[in-house]
Structures are given as C-alpha cells and as structure tokens.
C-alpha cells in the first residue's frame, strides 16, 4: 500500500475495519515503531526509503486526525491524502524528526493522537461519511464516500500492516547465536480453581495475606525470586518464578501455599532456562 511510488495498492479492495480501543492502536504500531528503532534500513531499488515511509505514516496520522477533529466540531470535511504522498514534504517531515529515532517518536505522538481523537468520536459521529481521495502510484485508487470510522480503522489496520511490510523488506537481516551458557529456574502457574470454595470476605482476605506472606517466606528463604499477579487471563491468577534446582522441589514448595492448600488456586510448574546473567533480581519480596 504504497501512496506514492511502490508496489502495494492497498486502497484498492475497500472494506469496513475494526473499530479498536487505544491499547489497540497501540499495539498495531509497535512493531512498526520498533523496526525504525533498530534501523539499519537498506536503501531501495526503488520506491520510499524507511524515512519516507516513516514520515508519511506521521503525515497521514496526523492529517486524519484532524479531518476527525474538525467533524467534532461541526465541519463536514473532505479527505484527501495529496499531502501525505508528497515526497518533499516528506523529506522536510523526516529531516526535521533528525533520523528514525525521531520518526519513532512522531509515530507514537501521531498514533496516540489518532487514537485519542477516534475515541473522542460518539457513535453517530463515528458514521459521519467523509469524501475520501486517495492516490496510490500516480493514480486515482479511492474516490468515495466512507464513515469516518471506518476509515480511520482501515488506515491503522490494513494500510498501516501494508507499510509496515514495506518497511520490512528493507530491514537488515538479523541472526544471533544461542548462549553458551544457560541459568536454570522453575515457572510457577498459579491458576484458578473451578471448582474453589465459596467465602465470605474476610475469609478470603485472610487467605490472601497468607498467600503474600508464604511468597515472603519462600523469598527469604531463597527459594524464590519474584511473584505476581495475571491481569487478562482467564485461567491463570499470578505466576512465580523459583530457583530451587528441581521441578519436583519448587511444586512441593509450591503446592504449601495457603491458597493453594485451600483450594483456591493450582500450580503448574514448568523448567525455564535464559542465558546467564541475563536477569538481575532487586529486592523485593520480604523486604
């Protein structure tokens, strides 16, 4: 998808997107935001190089967004990405960033701005139908009406996706050799009993301070190095991480847990293994 000089087209199959959240937004750009942190980005045969792609995403962020902005405010506005596919003004855009590390930056502050504004949109004016001029390889792709919504998902979805495979063809190939050398650690899975007993509050905050209060024990001792909790799962409540030298060992231990011999929680315990030295443990349980 390639507005300008390239091979995609993405304009070209039009279709509804997905409406996202902000955490969403951004998660889409991350992994384009990371690839102009790396750098190291070939020059192309032919077509943007990874600094015009860079700063035609902030342009059309930010050229999006404030066609959104100006539908908050009663206008009813037209689309048209003529500004963002202008090569010099691109290059002014990247030179005045000072290289990828800035685009980076562009990029986030544009996308949170993009972001911020979709969810400013209520529902009706979510639907507000903008006319949308897009113009990809020197010619006429999209010439239509479209809610505003919409398109603003499509941009952060397909379009965004289309470049950021542009931009990964010019990335530097990059290999790196396993580590000689390996610390050991046993991963607790502290997951949720369907079948736990029910109790009142008290109870169960009495159970919960022994539960912090065992992870004490097991950080004193030595046994373990860092707990927490899970937020998303459905199934997993918290996990721990131990370095006691045996599976069966750190379940043992594991399985003395006030809420686990309570029934509320069960441990899963799995072999886990970085590279030597690679964490660095602060104080913290017990402390």
Known sequence: MLEGR???RPWAAWGRGRPMTVEQYEAAYAPFVASLRRGGHREPLDGWSAELIAAHIVAANDSIADTAERII???RPHYDNA???DEEGLKVRAADAGGLNGLADEVERSAAH????QASLTDALSRTEIHVVIHSDGELAVDQPMPIGDFIAVHAGAHLA???EQLRALEPACVTEPPQRFDSY???LLLHNVDAPERDEDETAQLLREHLGFFSQMYRGGYMKVAGPLRGS?????IALYQT????RTRSLAEDDPLVRAGDLTVEVLAWFTAEDAIRFAQGWGT
């Open 245 to 248: 030298g045996s599976v069966e």
């Open 162 to 164: 289309s470049h950021r």
């Open 114 to 117: 993009l972001a911020a504004v």
């Open 73 to 75: 405010a009663g206008d």
């Open 186 to 188: 046993e991963l607790v």
């Open 234 to 238: 459905l199934s997993i409540s918290g």
């Open 83 to 85: 500004s963002a596919i």
């Open 6 to 8: 390239g091979r995609f």
